[in-house]
């Protein structure tokens, strides 16, 4: 009877420290473990917005889930950085992807420059565009932090910057009224893949808005009236200030949504 209740107790205090620490791992950063297929939690989530930072995630949504499309990306990633391509984010992927350079676009971008712009030392558009702008931006940053300046935002330069300010969107809770149109991935001259790299051929699901990155960031998520939440992840030549493009994956429904002003708020 004594042995059994000690099994019990034995269980239950496993029991316990499983509970316990089963949040722990949900709410991981990025880098804290390894990520395999299967895994979850905000470190997925993080990840996910890496890859999709880095044109190699095809999906319109960070989903916190590491599925096949994620096992994928982070082989397409790992395959352009000269990594072990295996599909698995352990700490070389982990480190390597958040490393920021010129050519990156989208949420963690926008973040690095609305740092910037905080420490004085970016005055362009927050547009979630890595281009010669933000990279001159970093380098200054550098060199007055006595940091290795080459313009690649690395673990070091990061961490300096969020000393300084937290990551965020200078545009959240942005509301303006804009001119809005809508597109389909068939359109004539469209490839059916966003500035960011989400496949609108595969993922016809998705809520995807073209923009002006001067007035919305590419990356940032937002609120559309009568059309829902987007993602702002793609840019037109005929997008321009206050006007957006729709992504509706039915070309009648597209027509139908015809030429409009709708209101939008940036949420994040």
Not at 21 to 44: F, Q
Not at 116 to 132: F, N, P, R
């Amino acid at each position: 009877m004594y042995k059994r209740l000690r099994v019990w107790c034995t269980a239950l205090m496993m029991g316990a420290i499983l509970f316990v620490a089963s949040p722990l791992l949900a709410e991981a950063a990025l880098g804290d473990r390894t990520l395999t297929n299967g895994s979850s939690g905000s470190d997925v989530t993080e990840l996910q917005d890496y890859l999709m930072t880095k044109g190699v995630f095809p999906y319109h949504t960070a989903t916190g889930y590491y599925g096949n499309i994620t096992v994928e990306a982070v082989k397409d990633f790992q395959q352009k950085r000269n990594l072990k391509v295996d599909g698995i984010a352990g700490p070389q992927t982990n480190h390597a992807v958040q490393v920021l350079r010129q050519g990156n676009i989208g949420k963690q971008v926008l973040h690095i420059q609305s740092q910037l712009k905080k420490a004085g030392h970016y005055q362009s558009a927050v547009d979630g565009i890595y281009g010669s702008g933000t990279k001159q931006a970093v380098t200054s940053f550098q060199q007055q932090q006595g940091l290795a300046a080459d313009g690649i935002a690395g673990p070091n330069t990061r961490a300096r910057l969020d000393g300084i300010a937290s990551r965020s969107n200078v545009a959240a809770g942005k509301t303006l009224t804009v001119e809005s149109t809508a597109y389909t991935a068939s359109c004539n001259g469209c490839t059916g893949v966003t500035k960011m790299g989400l496949n609108l051929n595969t993922y016809s699901d998705a809520k995807v808005i073209a923009v002006d990155p001067s007035v919305i960031p590419l990356g940032s998520i937002v609120k559309v009236e009568g059309y829902g939440t987007a993602i702002a992840a793609d840019i037109g030549g005929g997008i321009n200030g206050n006007e957006i493009d729709v992504f509706i994956p039915n070309q009648n429904q597209a027509l139908a949504w015809g030429r409009k002003n709708v209101r939008i708020e940036v949420i994040e």
